[in-house]
Structure formats: structure tokens, C-alpha cells
């Protein structure tokens, strides 16, 4: 049954029809709908958590070289970070809503574990973030500097705090720990024995660290692309050369970090997700090593076609290349993840990576050289390269979703277990309508503002502005002798 057959089944379903079937339907439209508004609010989160950190380097270093320019930057970057923080915030609202209205099974059996972990979100992050903002906007030249300073870093840390609680949370999804299986009102939930064993769930830490540096290239990449641009024009140069210099810092640590900790996590899925591992790969045969597909396409019942280094999976994970990895033969089919999905989306990750990590070496070695600032042909693809982490954060996103299949939440609940049963296809599918108009207003508003204030630039210099509050001299008559 394909996926149009299912939409109609949801919508126009006759009393013949079999539950699961309709089920089936109402699932896809409920996965589909918060796959829509999540992917839609991962835009922004990574952006504001690169750029934050990005803010407390460059208002450092104002702080301590007292450089016009460098105070022109922070200024200018503050903007930025503001039309991004406003865009997360009304994007990310709708998701939580959606735990009760389309996922309400799945809501009553994580109510212990997610509302604990999105309690903390909301008070050692939310709370954070968006009270210092006003401050980081607004306060330049009404708090003391290191009054302001202190904002700066408050607002960074919130949004990598933010992060960190939401990670915990699906992190425990994909690895359940410190819970035990209760009864409440005759439904089975998890309840948290051990908090701290839920917060350092087996997938959390490498998960986080991972998102977190893929969000600092998000970060570099932006502040990067937006330098690039304005030294092609030849505007704004005073500016754009510590901005490029900061970003291009951050994206080298960063780029580094993530292949670290990509590493790491997929460490943790071969241990903890063996079908997942599976799928990324397309491995069948528990009795062969895992093979490393560099650029290929799966074979219907296991192997690549393409450039594959055989048992090259193996020696990365195990630094033995012909250790036998667990395949789908040893898997039950009911619990197989989606392949082409999967695989697809985590080698596009992969080349996406690669990709960056080759922007971010040239780029570098120009810096260095002193090439960098006139090599316009070069500064031309840095301008859109922008794109490129966005695109890995949502394949990375898929890839690991996906791979969980079918599980919502990992050996314990399955995801059409944790549909709301009263929920119609139709009503989940008017709701994607109108989600997807939406969000296609505010996108479009996203980029406009973005670009208006890319092309308006940074403030005029001190020389050329009023510095602080207008002071208005009191009205006084002439009077003629």
C-alpha cells in the first residue's frame, strides 16, 4: 500500500476497513506532520547556538583591544542573532503541542521522563536565553560593559543549555535508561528511578556533542558566508576580516570535533542499535564484517553498488577488518528500520561532511597565505556554502529518526503504539496544510529580514553616529531686540 492509497484510506475510510489499516494511515500523517514542524524549527536552533558562542569571542575581544570595528561587529551580529532567536521560538512552539493532540499514547507512556527533562529545558535554558536577550539587544549602551558581556554569555549558554535537555530527552528515546515500567490509571509508563541515569542515557553524550559542534559549524558557515559576501562587494571590510577570522576558528575546531564524536556515536548505535548500524550500511550477513560504503547505491537483499572498501566498517569500529557485524538476517523483519531512507540520508550526511571539512582546509590555508581577502572566485562559494550544514543537521536528524523505526521509543514502545486513537486522518491533514502555509510565510519573512539586514550592514561608525539615547535640548524662543 503506498503512501497516496493511505492518505485516501485516512481520509475517506468505510466502515470494512481494518483498524491497523487506518491506523497505519493516521501514523504516517502524524509522522509526517511533526517530521514537517521540526525540520522546519532545526533551521534555527543550530544558528543561534554557533552564533552565540561566536558573540562571546568577538565581544571578548572588543572588550580587550576596544577596537571601533570590532564593536561594529558585535553590534551587527546581535541583529542577526535576535531574527534568529524570534524565528526559533515561534517555530518550536507548535511541536510540544503536538505531543498531546496526535501522540497521546506515546505522551502518557514519556510523561515522567519528557517532563522532567523539558522542565529543566524550560528553567535552566528558556529562562536563560530569553532573559538576557533584552539585555544583549537593548543594554549596549545602558549597562556596564561587563554587565553586557555576562548577558552575552548567558544567552550563549542557554541556547547550547536548550540543546542539551532536548538531546537528553530523544537521546533516551533511542537508548532507555534509569526508568522502570509502572501502571498509572491502568496504562503502563516509564517512571524515572534514576534521574542522573536518564540524563547520561548510553547515547546522550556522543549525541550532544555531536549536535552541538555540528551547530557551531551552522554557526561559522553563516557569520563566514555573510563575510564573504560583503568582501566580494568590497563593503563593510572592517568587519567582515574578524568576522571571517572568527567564524573560520570556530569551523576548524568544530569541523575537527565532528568527526570525533560521529565517530563515537556510531560506536554507540553498533552497540545499542544494531539494526540501525544495519540499515546505514544495507549489511545482511551477521557471519561478514561490515563494509564502508563511500559512495554507493543498496542491493536488494544486502551488498553496495559502487566505491566500497570491504570490511571497512569493521576496522573503524572495531580496528579489526574482518570482525563480524550483526545484520538484518539476525534482525526480525518487524523490527527492521526503513533502508533506502536510512541509508540514503546517512551518506548524504557523510559527503556533506567531507564536504566542509575540504571548504573549511582551503579555506584556512588561503587565511593563512593572505590569499583569502582577494580571492574573489573562492569567497564566491563561500557565500552560499551556508547551505551545507543546514543540510547535514536535517539528514542527520533523518538518518538517526528513521533508523529508529519502528520504534518510538527504543525495545519498549513501537510508533503506531503511540498514536492518540481519537485523532482523524483528515483533521492531521488539514493541519499539514495549513503548518506547511505557515511556515512557508514565516520562511519567507525569515529571508527577507535576513537579507535586509545583510545588505543594510553594520551600523555606521562612532564618528558617524550619535552614541547613546538622543539628548534633546529644551525649546527656546527667539527674541528679537
Not at 561594529?72 to 531574527?83: E, H, L, P, T
Not at 533502508?339 to 540520508?345: E, L, V
Not at 503548518?435 to 543594510?456: E, N, R, W
Request: hydrophobic share 50%.
Amino acid at each position: 500500500m503506498n503512501l497516496t492509497s493511505r492518505i485516501d484510506l485516512g481520509v475517506c475510510s468505510p466502515p470494512s476497513l481494518r483498524l491497523e489499516e487506518y491506523n497505519m494511515s493516521v501514523e504516517l500523517l502524524a509522522r509526517f506532520q511533526f517530521a514537517l514542524t521540526i525540520a522546519f524549527h532545526y533551521i534555527f536552533p543550530p544558528m543561534s547556538i554557533g552564533l552565540g558562542l561566536l558573540l562571546v569571542v568577538l565581544e571578548a575581544s572588543y572588550l580587550k583591544t576596544k577596537s571601533p570595528d570590532l564593536e561594529r561587529a558585535v553590534r551587527f551580529w546581535i541583529k542577526i542573532f535576535g531574527v534568529i532567536f524570534a524565528m526559533g521560538v515561534a517555530s518550536g512552539i507548535v511541536m510540544e503541542f503536538q505531543f498531546g493532540t496526535n501522540w497521546a499514547a506515546y505522551s502518557r507512556f514519556v510523561g515522567d521522563v519528557f517532563g522532567s527533562a523539558l522542565a529543566a529545558e524550560g528553567v535552566f535554558a528558556f529562562f536563560l536565553e530569553s532573559g538576557f536577550l533584552a539585555i544583549l539587544v537593548f543594554g549596549w549602551n545602558r549597562v556596564k560593559p561587563w554587565v553586557h558581556m555576562l548577558s552575552t554569555v548567558m544567552v550563549a549558554l542557554g541556547a547550547t543549555f536548550s540543546a542539551v535537555w532536548i538531546i537528553v530527552a530523544n537521546s533516551w528515546m533511542q537508548t532507555p535508561a534509569g526508568f522502570e515500567i509502572g501502571t498509572h490509571h491502568g496504562s503502563q509508563k516509564a517512571l524515572i528511578t534514576d534521574f542522573w541515569a536518564m540524563v547520561f542515557n548510553p547515547s546522550a553524550m556522543d549525541r550532544l556533542s555531536h549536535t552541538v559542534s555540528a551547530a557551531w559549524i551552522t554557526g561559522a558557515f553563516l557569520m563566514m558566508s555573510v563575510a564573504a559576501y560583503y568582501l566580494i562587494k568590497n563593503k563593510h571590510v572592517e568587519i567582515a576580516k574578524p568576522s571571517m577570522k572568527a567564524g573560520l576558528a570556530l569551523a576548524v575546531v568544530a569541523i575537527i570535533l565532528q568527526f570525533v564524536t560521529g565517530h563515537s556515536s556510531v560506536g554507540v548505535v553498533a552497540k545499542h542499535q544494531p539494526s540501525k548500524l544495519a540499515a546505514f550500511e544495507n549489511h545482511w550477513d551477521s557471519s561478514k564484517p561490515l563494509d564502508l560504503v563511500i559512495l554507493g547505491v543498496p542491493k536488494a537483499g544486502g551488498g553496495n553498488n559502487g566505491l566500497v572498501i570491504p570490511g571497512g566498517g569493521s576496522l573503524l569500529l572495531y580496528g579489526d577488518a574482518t570482525k563480524p557485524v550483526k545484520g538484518f538476517d539476525q534482525i526480525p523483519e518487524n523490527e527492521r528500520p526503513p533502508i533506502a531512507g536510512t541509508y540514503h540520508a546517512y551518506h548524504a550526511m557523510v559527503i556533506i561532511g567531507i564536504t566542509l571539512f575540504g571548504l573549511t582546509a582551503i579555506t584556512a590555508l588561503l587565511a593563512l597565505t593572505g590569499k583569502l581577502w582577494t580571492a574573489t572566485g573562492w569567497l564566491k562559494l563561500l557565500v552560499p556554502a551556508v547551505i551545507l550544514p543546514h543540510l547535514g543537521n536535517q539528514l542527520g536528524w533523518i538518518a538517526a529518526e528513521v533508523g529508529r523505526q519502528p520504534w518510538i521509543v527504543w525495545g519498549l514502545m513501537r510508533t503506531d503504539d503511540g498514536i492518540s486513537k481519537a485523532v482523524k486522518g483528515e483533521a492531521v491533514l488539514t493541519s499539514i496544510i495549513l503548518f506547511s502555509a505557515i511556515y512557508g510565510l514565516l520562511f519567507y519573512l525569515f529571508i527577507y529580514l535576513m537579507d535586509k539586514k545583510i545588505k543594510q550592514g553594520p551600523d555606521p561608525a562612532p564618528s558617524e553616529r550619535l552614541d547613546g539615547p538622543m539628548k534633546l535640548e529644551p525649546f527656546k524662543p527667539e527674541v528679537k531686540a
